[in-house]
């Protein structure tokens, strides 16, 4: 079987197109969707669209799309102190574009389905080649996840026994690929909001019952159109997304 993941799509649009032209050779056989599917970009309803209809993947819930799904008002209350205005800035940012992306969802009717995804997905059942699909880690949604600064240590105590051979999650919005003890970690690395990264990551992985390789892609897409429409749409993170996706704001580098 031919599987192709994405993570953190963001509600990008244009870089999940651009995923879905750089994989129309490799002929997919299934899509995982490893959660962050819609907050931050421009297209959230397009996005589960392409995704539901397009390439009929299976889902996994990432902690945005719990953002989305429960409302601003569920956020964690966040403290900063007065002289901190870019973590006040964030969180207010935040809220708005939680309730920005709800309405879309909610008036296209995808809120319920939202909510409904699972935090986790398997496939193989055969010692060496068992894969478990996670948004952050086995364990939670938020938090540390797969990257190449954790520590083997930290990653480890993430995996502890999760009964897989291969973890693959999202997240970090960073590309991984390293063993902790005997498990391979695996992050595709994002799909919409790239860090350290000039493109949309995905990953193509053979698997069957005696071996699973796995190989990252990174295709560039034009941001300028994605921009456009944040701004066309008054998206209340439009700053932010912008960015990341220019590469300026910090957390992109
Ligand atoms: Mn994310």
Not at 64 to 93: C, I, K, N, W
Not at 119 to 132: D, E, N, V
Not at 133 to 144: C, E, L, R, W
Not at 198 to 219: M, P
């Amino acid at each position: 079987m031919r599987l192709g993941v994405v993570a953190d799509v963001h509600g990008n649009a244009t870089a999940l197109n651009a995923v879905l032209a750089d994989a129309a050779p490799y002929e997919i056989d299934h899509w995982w969707a490893l959660g962050d599917l819609v907050l931050h970009g421009p297209d959230p309803v397009e996005v589960l669209e392409l995704l539901v209809d397009v390439l009929r993947a299976e889902f996994v819930k990432g902690n945005t799309d719990r953002y989305v799904v429960d409302g601003p008002q569920a956020l964690a209350p966040a403290h900063h102190s007065e002289a901190d205005v870019v973590g006040r800035e964030f969180s207010r940012m935040l809220a708005q574009s939680v309730d920005w992306t709800r309405r879309r969802l909610d008036d296209a009717g995808w809120l319920a389905w939202l909510d409904r995804l699972p935090p986790s997905l398997r496939l193989g059942g055969q010692p060496g080649t068992r894969l478990l699909g996670v948004h952050a880690s086995p364990k939670t949604d938020d938090g540390p996840g797969i990257d190449t600064d954790i520590t083997s240590d930290d990653l480890a105590a993430l995996f502890d026994g999760c009964e897989a051979d291969v973890v693959v999650g999202g997240h970090t919005h960073l590309a991984t690929d390293r063993l902790v003890g005997p498990v391979r970690a695996l992050n595709p690395g994002a799909t919409g909001l790239p860090r350290r990264s000039n493109g949309a990551g995905w990953l193509f992985i053979e698997h069957d019952d005696d071996s699973l390789t796995a190989e990252h892609h990174t295709v560039q897409f034009d941001t300028e159109p994605v921009v456009e429409r944040l701004r066309k749409h008054r998206h209340p993170g439009a700053d932010s997304a912008e960015g990341v996706l220019t590469r300026v704001h910090p957390f992109a580098s």
